[in-house]
């Protein structure tokens, strides 16, 4: 194997990093004349062909998906840039758009001319101020040099790209929550179908992707699909669905360790290198009781299963939902499990957005059980309750619209199946766990 | 007398050709008020919805689906700081950051200090977990926050 070369973080330390003049001096924007220079329907079979698969938690094919619009639409199509980044434990996208931000430009004008797009709205969570700003330079700097705008890079045809600030709410990063958002509704994501690359934004169809694919898509374009697939995991041949786990991904590692941060790696790392290799290790000589393996809906890893490949198959062979954002939490073992579930249902029942019944009251109510079992008066029975709220919850179970519901039901699932003796002793042992914070009614 | 000055509403205006319709300028336009007047109360809704072609009923519904905007009754202080309470920054002492804000401060979460200087929240996952525990002053994040950081943070504001 040769020496693996990040791509997608070479330039993050880099001086001036964020500056058209460096991004180009260092190559930059050549492969968006290249695709220019391709037909859409070439640049949609080169993404194809190299087997990349979306960033921001599905795992869907993006070629694929880009194929998915309808022929000789009377347009507009839109590009939606899903920057809304807000899975806790999640920073990669943010990292992405501070340091390089004319890389994921790059990549969304050739998504664009792929999909035959005027338009790209990039909606960004609200907290990310800086690379609001950082941003904004940056397209500015694209409509100055004609890589935006009337007759991008001498096409004759026009590219906008529009940034969009979001307001705080996790939802929003749902594709149709998204959608219903920029068009200046509450963010309730729609019943699908039909999908967006039918019927999306304004009614039109819309391809909705995230920040870290469209960086990819820059680099796919510039080496080739060849270069893509000589990175990560081939198509397991037992299994004629999977569609493989290839490229450069960016794994985020936070919680209990001596050096949390973002690593570019081949996909497939498992989570032991990442943390005791990369993270360098489990904080003040701890070991990791749990790990989350993809952002919190994924669920946990237990301390045995460290050694799983954190490709699009490992999590989901651990009982997990699956390589999510591959945000990985550490949780080291002095920390109770009750109490890191408690965090993770708080989140979900706030972030809700309340129109499916299972998943605005289930969120709750596995909240409010947790809450009882830390004051001390949880029952044994109430694991066994638990278990079944997050079983009918969410798009697996068919009771919800999207999937924030199966994301906050997994966590309570993996915690009680893989900790149960710690649950059953918290509870038996009448132990207790003291919020820090008084909040106000 | 209208509560958006004209400099407001022209900001507003700018942004129409971004968009297809009017309403998608919904967002924006709630944001550019609030920051400019600490809240969006009853009327500056009505006036938003005047300028949109929209019905006062369809900003206010999209206004109150996100909790991040604030009623005449609950306006904004001059700053807003926010401490994440989320897994990452939870495992390293984001909660009790949290509680020392507060008794810094003198407010719960959500609540604005009695001379107008500071709302203090609490926030979700602020997408800065290597720096945990983080807190977000407007909207720039400040990382790695000691009890002592936050005094700090907070004398300067
Ligand atoms: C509750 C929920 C939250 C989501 N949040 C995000 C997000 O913040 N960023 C993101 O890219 N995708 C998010 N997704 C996934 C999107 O719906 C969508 O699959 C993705 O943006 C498609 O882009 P990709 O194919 O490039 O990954 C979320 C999904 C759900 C169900
Ligand atoms: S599953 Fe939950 S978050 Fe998703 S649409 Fe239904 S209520 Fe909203
Ligand atoms: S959990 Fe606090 S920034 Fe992510």
């Given at each position: 194997?040769?020496?693996?070369?990040?791509?997608?973080?070479?330039?993050?330390?880099?001086?001036?990093?964020?500056?058209?003049?460096?991004?180009?001096?260092?190559?930059?924007?050549?492969?968006?004349?290249?695709?220019?220079?391709?037909?859409?329907?070439?640049?949609?079979?080169?993404?194809?062909?190299?087997?990349?698969?979306?960033?921001?938690?599905?795992?869907?094919?993006?070629?694929?998906?880009?194929?998915?619009?309808?022929?000789?639409?009377?347009?507009?199509?839109?590009?939606?840039?899903?920057?809304?980044?807000?899975?806790?434990?999640?920073?990669?996208?943010?990292?992405?758009?501070?340091?390089?931000?004319?890389?994921?430009?790059?990549?969304?004008?050739?998504?664009?001319?792929?999909?035959?797009?005027?338009?790209?709205?990039?909606?960004?969570?609200?907290?990310?101020?800086?690379?609001?700003?950082?941003?904004?330079?940056?397209?500015?700097?694209?409509?100055?040099?004609?890589?935006?705008?009337?007759?991008?890079?001498?096409?004759?045809?026009?590219?906008?790209?529009?940034?969009?600030?979001?307001?705080?709410?996790?939802?929003?990063?749902?594709?149709?929550?998204?959608?219903?958002?920029?068009?200046?509704?509450?963010?309730?994501?729609?019943?699908?179908?039909?999908?967006?690359?039918?019927?999306?934004?304004?009614?039109?169809?819309?391809?909705?992707?995230?920040?870290?694919?469209?960086?990819c898509v820059t680099h796919i374009v510039a080496r080739?699909?060849?270069?893509?697939?000589?990175?990560?995991?081939?198509?397991?041949?037992?299994?004629?669905?999977?569609?493989?786990?290839?490229?450069?991904?960016?794994?985020?590692?936070?919680?209990?360790?001596?050096?949390?941060?973002?690593?570019?790696?081949?996909?497939?790392?498992?989570?032991?290198?990442?943390?005791?290799?990369?993270?360098?290790?489990?904080?003040?000589?701890?070991?990791?009781?749990?790990?989350?393996?993809?952002?919190?809906?994924?669920?946990?890893?237990?301390?045995?299963?460290?050694?799983?490949?954190?490709?699009?198959?490992?999590?989901?062979?651990?009982?997990?939902?699956?390589?999510?954002?591959?945000?990985?939490?550490?949780?080291?073992?002095?920390?109770?499990?009750?109490?890191?579930?408690?965090?993770?249902?708080?989140?979900?029942?706030?972030?809700?957005?309340?129109?499916?019944?299972?998943?605005?009251?289930?969120?709750?109510?596995?909240?409010?059980?947790?809450?009882?079992?830390?004051?001390?008066?949880?029952?044994?029975?109430?694991?066994?309750?638990?278990?079944?709220?997050?079983?009918?919850?969410?798009?697996?179970?068919?009771?919800?619209?999207?999937?924030?519901?199966?994301?906050?039901?997994?966590?309570?699932?993996?915690?009680?199946?893989?900790?149960?003796?710690?649950?059953?002793?918290?509870?038996?042992?009448?132990?207790?766990?003291?919020?820090?914070?008084?909040?106000?009614? | 007398?209208?509560?958006?000055?004209?400099?407001?509403?022209?900001?507003?205006?700018?942004?129409?050709?971004?968009?297809?319709?009017?309403?998608?300028?919904?967002?924006?336009?709630?944001?550019?008020?609030?920051?400019?007047?600490r809240q969006v109360s009853t009327e500056a809704i009505?006036?938003?919805?005047?300028?949109?072609?929209?019905?006062?009923?369809?900003?206010?519904?999209?206004?109150?689906?996100?909790?991040?905007?604030?009623?005449?009754?609950?306006?904004?202080?001059?700053?807003?700081?926010?401490?994440?309470?989320?897994?990452?920054?939870?495992?390293?002492?984001?909660?009790?950051?949290?509680?020392?804000?507060?008794?810094?401060?003198?407010?719960?979460?959500?609540?604005?200090?009695?001379?107008?200087?500071?709302?203090?929240?609490?926030?979700?996952?602020?997408?800065?977990?290597?720096?945990?525990?983080?807190?977000?002053?407007?909207?720039?994040?400040?990382?790695?926050?000691?009890?002592?950081?936050?005094?700090?943070?907070?004398?300067?504001?």
């Amino acid at each position: 194997m040769p020496e693996f070369e990040p791509v997608l973080l070479a330039r993050i330390n880099k001086p001036q990093s964020a500056a058209l003049e460096t991004y180009r001096a260092d190559g930059g924007y050549e492969a968006l004349r290249k695709a220019v220079a391709m037909s859409p329907g070439d640049v949609t079979e080169l993404v194809k062909s190299a087997g990349l698969r979306g960033r921001g938690g599905a795992g869907f094919p993006t070629g694929v998906k880009w194929t998915f619009l309808p022929k000789d639409h009377p347009g507009p199509i839109y590009l939606c840039v899903n920057a809304d980044e807000s899975e806790p434990g999640t920073f990669n996208n943010r990292i992405l758009m501070e340091f390089d931000p004319h890389q994921l430009l790059e990549g969304i004008a050739i998504a664009c001319h792929a999909i035959r797009s005027p338009t790209a709205y990039l909606y960004l969570r609200y907290e990310y101020g800086r690379s609001y700003r950082v941003l904004e330079t940056a397209i500015q700097e694209c409509y100055a040099a004609g890589i935006l705008g009337e007759n991008f890079m001498g096409t004759g045809r026009r590219l906008d790209v529009h940034l969009h600030r979001g307001a705080g709410a996790y939802i929003c990063g749902e594709e149709t929550g998204l959608i219903e958002s920029l068009e200046g509704k509450r963010a309730w994501p729609r019943i699908k179908p039909p999908f967006p690359a039918i019927e999306g934004l304004f009614r039109k169809p819309t391809i909705v992707n995230n920040v870290e694919t469209l960086c990819c898509v820059t680099h796919i374009v510039a080496r080739g699909a060849e270069w893509f697939k000589s990175v990560g995991i081939a198509p397991d041949p037992q299994n004629p669905r999977d569609a493989g786990s290839y490229g450069p991904k960016l794994y985020t590692v936070a919680g209990h360790v001596n050096e949390p941060g973002c690593f570019e790696l081949p996909m497939g790392v498992t989570a032991r290198e990442l943390i005791d290799v990369h993270a360098k290790g489990v904080w003040k000589g701890r070991k990791a009781k749990a790990v989350v393996p993809g952002g919190i809906s994924m669920g946990f890893l237990s301390a045995d299963e460290l050694d799983t490949p954190l490709d699009f198959n490992g999590p989901g062979k651990r009982g997990c939902l699956g390589l999510g954002t591959a945000a990985v939490v550490v949780v080291d073992d002095q920390t109770s499990m009750v109490d890191v579930l408690y965090n993770c249902c708080r989140f979900f029942s706030h972030e809700s957005c309340g129109q499916c019944t299972p998943c605005r009251e289930g969120t709750l109510w596995m909240t409010k059980i947790l809450e009882r079992i830390r004051t001390g008066h949880g029952r044994l029975e109430d694991l066994d309750l638990l278990l079944e709220v997050a079983g009918s919850m969410g798009i697996i179970p068919g009771t919800t619209i999207c999937g924030l519901s199966d994301g906050a039901a997994w966590p309570v699932k993996n915690a009680i199946h893989k900790f149960r003796p710690e649950f059953e002793e918290y509870i038996r042992t009448g132990r207790t766990s003291r919020d820090p914070v008084a909040y106000a009614h | 007398m209208s509560v958006l000055s004209e400099g407001v509403r022209e900001r507003i205006r700018a942004l129409f050709p971004k968009y297809p319709n009017k309403r998608a300028v919904t967002l924006p336009a709630l944001h550019i008020v609030h920051d400019e007047l600490r809240q969006v109360s009853t009327e500056a809704i009505r006036e938003i919805a005047d300028l949109l072609d929209l019905h006062p009923a369809e900003v206010h519904d999209t206004m109150s689906f996100y909790n991040f905007f604030k009623d005449e009754k609950h306006p904004l202080g001059k700053h807003r700081v926010w401490v994440c309470r989320s897994i990452a920054c939870a495992l390293r002492g984001g909660e009790e950051l949290l509680a020392h804000a507060c008794d810094k401060l003198g407010v719960h979460p959500g609540e604005t200090t009695r001379d107008g200087r500071v709302t203090l929240e609490f926030a979700e996952c602020l997408g800065a977990c290597e720096g945990a525990p983080c807190v977000l002053v407007n909207d720039e994040c400040h990382m790695n926050i000691s009890h002592e950081g936050f005094d700090e943070l907070a004398r300067k504001l």
